[in-house]
Each structure stands twice: as structure tokens, then as C-alpha cells.
């Protein structure tokens, strides 16, 4: 018997402005300004998967908070590992952690668009490992519910600790990524001693208001899935949250070139993508 695969239905920029102005008009929620390719794939992606005809359908069935909640884990990306893209790491463990904690008792550090916390994760680990997690004040935040609940398990697939621990030793980290985790069955249990200092909330990006000062920021391969007005407006909202002389992270394919937060952020590495402000 061959199975029928999920179909493709295939939308159009008239149709995805009746999607936006549903999910407008219903939840107050903005998508408007994200990338109309990735947005167009994902609500694609989304009738093929529910089996729905057109967006009309979608339109219909969006009238229910359920509904959009689905929709919008199906619709945000969620893409994230332990350590990923190494060299960064390298650069906060080598360079940039330890000038922070140099010249402030208690540092804050902000994930925007945490995910299920792998980064959050690692951030903790690397903190435990230079001697400044007691000194740290950590929020962690993503637009997801689902993600922010599974951030703050600290549980993982047991099956992906290969490719954790390969990124792990590739960021310069010494020690034994396996001495934070337990084995659960298929999964691993890292130690929650390691995010006790972790503030876990939902945040949206593009509507919610800045809620305290950083003086490291990470957000990071998001701004590729929005338009440059929107990268704007998120850009200007974590250059209002940092602190003078503070950091900012972005994505390895990320820039701040076309923005007006070049203006007071200098590139302290161009590779990784870290920014430091310069005046307020």
C-alpha cells in the first residue's frame, strides 16, 4: 500500500494578506512584516498538513485560540543545538564573559527567541565552567509557550548528546560536557542547578515592550525571518535594552550593516556576529 505524503497547497501574496489580517483581527498578533518567503512556505506547509483546501479554510478554523496556537508553533521557527556554531562560543568563554564579570558584580544576559533552551543551556554551562554562574542574572525568551516550558525541563534527546558534545569541545571548553547530565531512558536530565538563575517568560519580539536592562544580548538567526522594517524595529528595541558598554550576538548569516543600530554598536567580531554599544 503506498501512502498518500502531506500536500503542498500552494498559496498566494492575496492570500497570505487574508491570513495576516485574521490573526490580526483575532489575537492581535503580527505577521506582516515577516519574510514573505518563509512565511509563505510555513502557511503552505501548515494546509498541506492539515489537509485544509485554501486559506479560507484556514481563515475559518482561525477563529479558535486553539487553533492559532498550533499555527503558530507550526509557523515560528525552532532550530537550535548545544554549542552551535562553536567559534562563538569561544569567542563569550575566552573573551567576552570574562570582561564582563571583570568590571560588574552581577552580569545579565538576555536569550531572545530561546527555543526549547539549548542555548540558554549552554550559556549556564559555560558560566559554570569560568566560576561566574552565581554572578549571572539570566532571562530566557521565546514567543513559543511549548518552547519556553521544554527550555526550562533542561530535558534532551538522549540520541543528539554526539553532536552536542562534538560542538562542545570544538568551542574550546576542557571539561566533560556528561558531568552536567543524567541519562533518563531515551533522554538526558541536565543538572537544574545550572538554570536556577534562569527567568523563563514569553515575549513576542515584535509587540511586547522591553521589561529591564542587559548587558549581553542573544538573538540569534531570527532576524532572517523578518522584513528589514521589522528587523528594524526589533533592532532598535534590544539597542534600547542594552546597557552601555554591553554586547550583542546575532546569527552567523545576520548583520546589522543596513540598520540604524550600526550607528553606536561597533562589530567586535565580524565572523560571529558580536556587537558591542558604545554610547546610549
Known amino acids: 500500500m503506498i501512502m498518500e505524503l502531506d500536500k503542498t497547497v500552494p498559496v498566494t501574496e492575496s492570500d497570505l494578506g487574508k491570513v495576516v489580517a485574521t490573526v490580526r ?56 543545538e548545544l554549542f552551535r556554531d562553536p567559534g562563538m562560543w569561544g569567542v563569550l568563554r575566552e573573551k567576552i564573559l570574562p ?103 514569553t515575549f513576542d519580539l515584535v509587540l511586547d515592550t522591553q521589561f529591564k536592562k542587559f548587558d549581553l544580548v542573544l538573538i540569534r538567526n531570527v532576524l532572517i525571518y523578518f522584513n528589514m522594517d521589522l528587523q528594524e524595529k526589533v533592532l532598535s528595541g534590544i539597542n534600547n535594552a542594552l546597557n552601555p558598554k554591553g554586547y550583542l550576538v546575532l546569527g552567523a548569516q545576520e548583520s546589522i550593516n543596513w540598520h540604524k543600530a550600526n550607528d553606536n554598536l561597533m562589530a567586535i567580531n565580524n565572523q560571529f556576529k558580536v556587537y558591542k554599544k558604545m554610547r546610549d
Do not use: P
Not at 489537509?51 to 532550530?79: H, P, W, Y
Not at 558584580?105 to 554562574?133: N, P, Q, Y
Not at 553532536?163 to 569541545?169: A, L, Q, S, V
Open 99 to 201: 570582561k564582563l564579570f571583570k568590571k560588574n558584580d552581577r552580569v545579565s544576559i538576555w536569550h531572545a527567541a530561546c527555543s526549547s533552551g539549548e542555548e540558554t543551556m549552554s550559556m549556564a554551562i559555560t558560566l559554570k565552567e569560568l566560576g561566574f554562574l552565581d554572578r549571572a542574572d539570566i532571562v530566557a525568551t521565546d514567543i513559543n509557550e511549548d518552547m519556553v516550558k521544554q527550555a526550562q525541563s533542561g530535558l534532551y534527546m538522549a540520541w543528539r548528546m554526539r553532536g552536542y558534545e562534538k560542538n562542545y569541545k570544538e568551542s574550546g571548553a576542557s571539561g566533560d560536557l556528561s558531568k552536567h547530565y543524567d541519562m533518563v531512558g531515551s533522554k538526558v536530565q541536565f543538572d537544574m542547578n545550572l538554570i536556577k538563575n534562569v527567568q523563563y517568560k
Open 25 to 80: 483581527r483575532n489575537f492581535g498578533f503580527e505577521f506582516g512584516d515577516y519574510a514573505i518567503s518563509s512565511f509563505k512556505r510555513r502557511v503552505e506547509r501548515y494546509l498541506g498538513l492539515k489537509g485544509m483546501q485554501d486559506v479560507n479554510d484556514l481563515c475559518l478554523a482561525l477563529r479558535s485560540r486553539d487553533v492559532f496556537d498550533e499555527f503558530l508553533k507550526e509557523i515560528t521557527v525552532n532550530t537550535t
